[in-house]
């Protein structure tokens, strides 16, 4: 029976699950009190929160002059980690926008979490914005609004006014994406739920039914808007490279940059996503959802952006060069060479070597190395960005205002700030939604369980090959002669094993294949 | 907000989605029978043909969105930098369409995604607050649901038709008022 079997297709959710036990696992987590390591995180993440709100206050009374910018290098940390973290807000849309389209069924696993987590980073750079511009108050200038200067519009062909709409439908459609998702889900912990909570997840899933005509338009406006956010995905951080190539400066004027910083931010995202997975599917027990396979899927796309975001980097040595500017030549050369060599050294190390490792099967299904290279790759995505914005910046076209630039602990305390609003959201939302995804699994479970694919199902299919294997009554003569009675119980007792992805030879033949090209095939 | 629809249901409950597909393929069959609803934990492909659902036109409204956003972004900007307060930027012209397409394209995605999310919500009855009636707690989580309105019903009817559900493999069978 072995034979048979795809072996192509390894199972995405182990551990022999039944729809029911989905429910109870998924939901397991929002049903518990948290444990001590969670309180505790909780509470490291809120002092950094706490820590960051006091350097953000201190910045808005003193201005920005608390940081250590100055009139050559005027942006630094700042905008170095608003593009980190609108990066690592990449993956969740690609993973719930992009994958659907292309109906990867191991979306299904990562695609709540991910949209959080791309939600979460989002704001934290939309933080940047208002951190950066100092008197924030003055921010809804950046909005075409009408007012008493004229009225005097902002200037829609700048790249920064492009950024603001960017950025801020990519969070809007971000959130109704997932929230949308989110609502089914809801309504399955509503209804399992008692007393005040019962209150809570009744107000959040809006009154959902499972109705067929209501999971009808919910599949279409899926389907919908992930055609819509896949290609504003890609605009996002398109528009976020214009703030740079439409510049005239050395080093940032180059026509790769667009899907240089997509390669980039999708690589930073997926690595992001990583990280947070590898150690929310141990602590929340979820390992039977988000299996090797699913973080081996993750690494085979971390190795591809990555090796992209490798040959951009060659490519922009080359035309630098081939340029014959020398401009250019020097910045690259100071960016290589400079005082700020060793960043430049961590880039390359970090972002074009190291995911070169997962092109070994072994290490795209180790979890211990994915952990640790999901942070390295991380950390070189970060000392691109300062690599792209300070260092550049740091030797200009008249040496005798050349400068060196090195953060203040104000600008440390932002950061860390986005961190601990980062980890304070996601250690909550682990807590009040379900992680996975629990209407979408259910949907791949026939196709993707592992007693209907792969291994554990070669085996036991082996062990029942006597057994019945068919699922409709109407032509199947080995049940034609039994009792109504007799089919309903059997097929009651063998609707587990219907959805086979290979049927057994023989019954090819006759088996008009109706419903095994109803439902394995489409995930959604 | 409750929302009570003062009817009368006659359901049951099926363990699978094929049993489901089957049960609701035999029940079609009856002539007396019309299904009001069909309830699933998650979405059944093949189903909506069963029931007779024609296509969902959500995206119809989304791309009539769409195009409205772009039209709002583009010409707005058009009018700005032409008509109400022309500055010339970088010695560019003042239409200067290639440098309204970003703006145009994110207002078209927001325009689209927002007005068809809402629009699904209103369509579908949903919303904060909203509590439409229900039927058994297990719906969102593993069993499938036939829902019969038996309202008007006469005994006979409610019998034929709770015969029909067991016969189709039911596991449960209940009624309800909602």
């Known amino acids: 029976m072995s034979s048979v079997v795809s072996n192509i297709r390894p199972p995405l959710i182990t551990g022999n699950k039944t729809y029911h036990q989905i429910t109870e696992d998924i939901c397991a987590s929002t049903e518990q009190l948290p444990g001590r390591g969670w309180v505790l995180c909780l509470l490291f993440t809120l002092g950094l929160l706490g820590f960051g709100l006091v350097c953000y206050i201190y910045t808005l009374w003193f201005g920005l002059g608390t940081w250590h910018l100055n009139r050559t290098i005027g942006w630094g940390w700042d905008i170095t980690n608003f593009v980190w973290w609108i990066g690592i807000g990449h993956a969740g849309t690609l993973i719930s926008a992009i994958l659907l389209i292309f109906r990867q069924k191991w979306r299904t696993g990562v695609n709540r979490a991910a949209e959080a987590m791309t939600i979460f980073a989002v704001i934290c750079a939309v933080m940047y914005l208002g951190f950066h511009v100092g008197r924030v108050w003055m921010g809804m200038f950046m909005l075409p609004y009408p007012n008493t200067r004229g009225p005097l519009w902002v200037n829609f062909n700048s790249p920064l006014v492009w950024d603001t709409f960017a950025i801020s439908t990519y969070f809007t459609v971000s959130l109704l994406f997932w929230y949308t998702g989110l609502v089914p889900d809801f309504a399955t912990i509503r209804d399992r739920a008692k007393g005040f909570r019962k209150k809570i997840y009744n107000f959040l899933s809006m009154g959902w039914t499972g109705s067929a005509k209501h999971w009808q338009r919910f599949e279409s406006l899926s389907l919908v808007l992930a055609g819509l956010a896949t290609p504003l995905v890609l605009s996002v951080h398109t528009i976020v490279s214009f703030d740079f190539a439409t510049s005239v400066i050395p080093g940032w004027h180059t026509t790769i940059f667009p899907p240089y910083f997509v390669a980039g931010a999708i690589f930073s995202g997926f690595a992001m996503v990583q990280t947070l997975m590898l150690i929310t599917r141990v602590i929340l027990k979820i390992e039977d959802y988000i299996t090797i396979e699913h973080i081996e899927s993750m690494n085979k796309v971390i190795v591809l952006t990555g090796s992209i975001v490798g040959v951009a980097y060659l490519t922009e040595l080359f035309v630098a060069w081939y340029s014959g500017y020398i401009y250019e030549m020097y910045a690259f050369y100071n960016r290589a060479m400079g005082p700020y060599w060793w960043a430049y050294a961590a880039m390359m190390a970090c972002n074009v070597i190291s995911p070169q490792f997962f092109w070994f099967r072994k290490i795209r299904r180790s979890i211990v190395w994915t952990f640790v290279l999901s942070i390295v790759v991380n950390i070189g995505m970060w000392f691109e960005r300062f690599v792209i914005i300070a260092t550049t910046l740091a030797k200009d076209y008249i040496p005798s205002s050349w400068s060196y630039y090195s953060p203040s602990w104000v600008e440390i305390g932002l950061y860390l700030c986005t961190f601990g609003f980062f980890g304070t959201a996601y250690l909550i939302f682990m807590r009040v939604a379900p992680v996975v995804a629990i209407a979408e699994v259910k949907t791949i479970l026939k196709s993707s369980g592992d007693q209907y694919v792969g291994p554990s199902y070669a085996e036991k299919t082996g062990l029942i090959n006597s057994g019945l294997h068919h699922d409709h009554d109407d032509h199947d003569i080995s049940t034609e002669t039994t009792s109504a009675d007799t089919q309903t119980a059997l097929k009651k007792e063998i609707h587990t094993d219907t959805m086979v992805m290979d049927a057994p030879e023989e019954e090819d033949t006759k088996d008009d294949n109706k419903d095994q090209t109803d439902s394995p095939d489409d995930d959604k | 907000m409750k929302r009570v629809l003062n009817k009368k249901v006659l359901f049951g409950l099926y363990n699978d989605e094929e049993i489901l597909k089957d049960a609701v393929i035999h029940i079609n069959k009856d002539d007396d029978a019309e299904i009001m609803d069909v309830y699933s934990p998650f979405p059944v492909h093949g189903l909506d043909p069963l029931l007779g659902l024609s296509e969902s036109r959500i995206h119809i409204a989304g791309f009539i969105y769409g195009i409205t956003g772009t039209i709002i972004a583009f010409s707005f900007m058009t009018w700005v930098f ?37 629009t699904f919500y209103l369509v579908n009855g949903l919303g904060f607050g909203v509590e439409n009636p229900y039927l058994h707690d297990r719906i969102t989580d593993d069993k499938f649901c036939i829902a019969f309105d038996i309202t008007h019903s006469t005994k006979e009817q409610i019998q034929a038709l709770s015969t029909l559900l067991e016969e189709t493999s039911a596991e449960e069978v209940h009624t309800k008022d909602i």
Do not use: N, Q, R
Not at chain 2, 95 to 111: D, H
């Open chain 2, 82 to 118: 032409t008509a109400d307060w022309p500055i010339i930027f970088g010695g560019k012209p003042y239409f200067s369409a290639p440098a309204f397409i970003p703006i145009t394209f994110e207002f078209t995605v927001l325009m689209a995604s927002v007005g068809m999310v809402v």
